[in-house]
């Protein structure tokens, strides 16, 4: 079974910052398969990236993804307000996985 | 396109519970369907998924054995029947449309707003 290990836990950035998060994979994966999710207190998860590098419907240009064969970047430039929330990788095997999040904070 | 759950409630340890999922404004019928849940201040956890026409059904070794899923495409329905019920499936039950016809969805790209499971004695 994959394991995703997301850095960092949490992130402290201010309004106007660039984040990088990192989701790492036990192994090999096809990054078709990997996906980025942002949870906000409160809601649902969305969807944000997939195919490691694809926006979903609506997602501002500022969010980006890179993929490698085991490391997956999702990358927020100029944070807004609202991008301070929960971000968790998904892959999608003979199970689904979830990383553990990364919590970009204020 | 809306995802609405219900059948969330407190349940002592032991027991049975069905959720349910109605989905509307897609065709219910060409996609996969998934159930995720989230543990109070934890993170997301994969329950179970099942294909388009209900062939292909999958499980986090967690539910295995336990819960049962099941679609009703007629009615544009989800189902998770979960029993044997136990303190750590207390969670946030979030019912998910996969974005292809097959259990390994490459992404889930709708999620309804989740019901919320409690067992405690």
């Known amino acids: 079974e994959i394991v995703l290990t997301q850095s960092p836990v949490t992130l402290s950035l201010s309004p106007g910052d660039s984040a990088t998060l990192t989701c790492r994979a036990s192994?090999?994966?096809?990054?078709?398969?990997l996906a980025w999710y942002q949870q906000k207190p409160g809601q649902s998860p969305r969807l944000l990236i997939f195919?490691?590098?694809s926006r979903a419907s609506g997602i501002p240009e500022r969010f980006s993804g890179t993929a490698s064969e085991t490391d997956f970047t999702l990358t927020i430039s100029r944070l807004e307000p609202e991008d301070f929330a929960v971000y968790y990788c998904?892959?999608?095997?003979?199970?689904?996985?979830f990383g553990g999040g990364t919590k970009v904070e204020i | 396109l809306q995802l609405v759950e219900s059948g969330g409630n407190l349940i002592q340890p032991g027991k049975s519970l069905r959720l349910s999922c109605t989905a509307s404004?897609?065709?219910?019928?060409?996609?996969?369907m998934q159930w995720v849940r989230q543990a109070p201040g934890k993170g997301l956890e994969w329950v179970a998924g099942?294909?388009?026409?209900?062939?292909?059904?999958r499980y986090a070794d967690s539910v295995k054995g336990r819960f049962t899923i099941s679609r009703d495409n007629a009615e544009n329905s989800l189902s998770l029947q979960m029993n044997s019920l136990r303190v750590d499936d207390t969670a946030v039950y979030y019912c998910?449309?996969?974005?292809?016809?097959?259990?390994?969805?490459?992404?889930?790209?709708?999620w309804g707003q989740g019901t919320t499971v409690i067992v405690s004695s």
């Open positions: 099942i294909s388009w026409n209900g062939d292909d059904e």
């Open positions: 998904q892959f999608s095997g003979s199970s689904i996985t």
């Open positions: 192994q090999s994966v096809s990054s078709f398969y």
């Open positions: 195919g490691a590098g």
């Open positions: 404004g897609f065709s219910f019928n060409d996609y996969a």
């Open positions: 998910a449309k996969g974005s292809s016809w097959e259990v390994r969805v490459p992404r889930m790209d709708a």
